[in-house]
Antibody, heavy 124, light 107 residues
Framework: QVQLVESGGGVVQPGRSLRLSCAASGFTFSSYAMHWVRQAPGKGLEWVAVISYDESNTNYADSVKGRFTISRDNSKNTLYLQMNSLRAEDTAVYYC?????????????????WGQGTLVTVSS | DIQMTQSPSSLSASVGDRVTITCRASQSISTYLNWYQQKPGKAPKFLIYAASSLQSGVPSRFSGSGSGTDFTFTISSLQPEDFATYYCQQSYSTPLTFGQGTKVEIK
């Protein structure tokens, strides 16, 4: 079955960097676009970034543009999120998510399944 | 950016009740609307895509409807495992945006 396992979260000081990883298994990773979505403690869901299956296209939320970089290594079945210049407002659980298998263009920008998430806390 | 507004923010209901949640987009998104369920401490689960299509394996008591700017999510007969927070999400254009969530609680 499809499995997504995030890692790399932790406590980091404002202005520092952190790299998250998402190890994928159970599907042909190199065939699917992948997303990062985050959720601040007690808050709703916020889309962060997407990368195409072949890394040719990326797109970011304005809140992270210029600070975060999404990338992937299809030979390692792994998705990454490099987070620089971290701010307190970046504190959240970060989820990676696969584009779902469903027969609709609505699915091209949907999320299924999700990993279990990794908590990033930005605090001095 | 497309703003998604859900109502209500929370509701109390009993097992067996019919529950309806609405989601409104700030501009027309055709049927590019998805729904998710999230239980405390867990990742969201994908339920409905394209406004009304049930994802494989999702119980038929869940349904969705709507197009343009106004959408509805319905649980026909609430079950104990359905107490959770539900989110709508537009997949019409980036940045992809979610509604603020609707928490369904036990009455």
């Amino acid at each position: 079955q499809v499995q997504l396992v995030e890692s790399g979260g932790g406590v980091v000081q404002p202005g520092r960097s952190l790299r998250l990883s998402c190890a994928a298994s159970g599907f042909t990773f190199s065939s699917y676009a992948m997303h990062w979505v985050r959720q601040a403690p007690g808050k709703g869901l916020e889309w962060v970034a997407v990368i195409s299956y072949d890394e040719s296209n990326t797109n970011y939320a304005d809140s992270v543009k210029g600070r975060f970089t999404i990338s992937r290594d299809n030979s390692k079945n792994t998705l990454y999120l490099q987070m620089n210049s971290l701010r307190a407002e970046d504190t959240a659980v970060y989820y990676c998510a696969k584009v779902p298998d469903c027969s609709s263009t609505s699915c091209y920008r949907a999320f299924d399944p999700w990993g279990q998430g990794t908590l990033v806390t930005v605090s001095s | 950016d497309i703003q998604m507004t859900q109502s209500p923010s929370s509701l109390s209901a009993s097992v067996g009740d019919r529950v309806t949640i609405t989601c409104r987009a700030s501009q027309s998104i055709s049927t590019y609307l998805n729904w998710y369920q999230q239980k405390p401490g867990k990742a969201p689960k994908f339920l409905i895509y394209a406004a009304s299509s049930l994802q494989s394996g999702v119980p038929s008591r869940f349904s969705g409807s709507g197009s343009g700017t106004d959408f509805t999510f319905t649980i026909s007969s609430l079950q104990p495992e359905d107490f959770a927070t539900y989110y709508c999400q537009q997949s019409y254009s980036t940045p992809l945006t979610f509604g603020q969530g609707t928490k369904v609680e036990i009455k």
